[in-house]
């Protein structure tokens, strides 16, 4: 079997910006996909927050990686493979001054969202209302009766506080968790899941082992999979994430096209 190229991007910052997928980004996947190429998404975000945008703008994709790369999808939400947060390593979370900081705790459990600890500025009290999405709204002493949770996003009121929120996590629970700081988010992951490991994960899922992967994105938590495969980054992005690729595009649109 003729393997083919697969190019991932990232959603937020990459693909969609200034809250928009341009029509010359979606005109050059479909491109790209014409010629019998694979195109993905791999997002931080859960599929519940990423499916209303891939409504909207109509964006052909072959999978989903989500949740920094603990949960693996189909276009249509089919889910393939998720991690799991233990509850124990959850519990060993919550007692920490860094994470109680937070304005939120969000679990993404499968395709549901189970939220609490609600501050006035939690995101995901405007999101939920925003892109009218169901969220499971729960008590902190119910979280230990939770499905498995793949990801907890916390969120705060700075970037430097979400970095630093992150640091301290990093440093103190890394033998239980994986914390990445995304913009005014920390999103936590089990041990040894990120956008790599997702990418890898799902290539053994369709076959595609020994693929040709293009990646792009410009933020933290992409570094992973723009160091693992032929990684590119968008002009917008922060002058630290530049210097760690090859390449810089206007577009992910103009990348599909030059490695066409």
């Not at 928009?20 to 005109?27: C, H, K, S």
């Not at 195109?39 to 409504?55: E, N």
Request: aromatic residues 8%; proline residues 5%; charged residues 20%.
């Amino acid at each position: 079997m003729l393997v083919p190229k697969v190019a991932a991007s990232d959603f937020d910052g990459t693909l969609f910006r200034e809250q928009q997928v341009t029509r010359g980004d979606i005109e050059a996947i479909m491109r790209w996909r014409e010629a019998g190429h694979k195109f993905a998404i791999v997002t931080g975000r859960a599929y519940i927050m990423l499916a209303p945008h891939l409504k909207e703008f109509n964006i052909p994709c072959d999978f989903l990686v989500c949740n920094n790369g603990s949960s693996l999808c189909e276009p249509d939400g089919t889910m393939l493979w998720q991690g799991e947060l233990k509850k124990t390593a959850i519990a060993e979370l919550l007692r920490d001054p860094a994470v109680q900081a937070s304005q939120q705790y969000v679990f993404s459990a499968g395709n549901e969202l189970y939220a609490t600890h609600i501050g006035k500025d939690s995101l995901i009290k405007i999101l939920s209302k925003e892109w009218d999405m169901p969220v499971r709204w729960i008590e902190e002493t119910e979280i230990a009766e939770m499905p498995p949770a793949h990801q907890l996003v916390l969120s705060f009121a700075e970037h430097d506080e979400a970095g630093a929120a992150a640091a301290l996590i990093n440093k103190r629970h890394s033998h239980i968790v994986r914390a990445y700081a995304n913009y005014l988010s920390v999103d936590i992951t089990p041990p040894g899941t990120d956008k790599h490991s997702g990418i890898e994960k799902m290539l053994d899922l369709k076959g595609w082992q020994g693929a040709e992967v293009h990646t792009i994105g410009d933020g933290d938590n992409d570094l992973p999979m723009l160091q693992a495969f032929h990684g590119a980054t968008v002009a917008t992005a922060r002058a630290e994430i530049q210097a760690q690729v090859n390449h810089v595009y206007p577009s992910v649109g103009q990348m599909l096209d030059k490695e066409l």
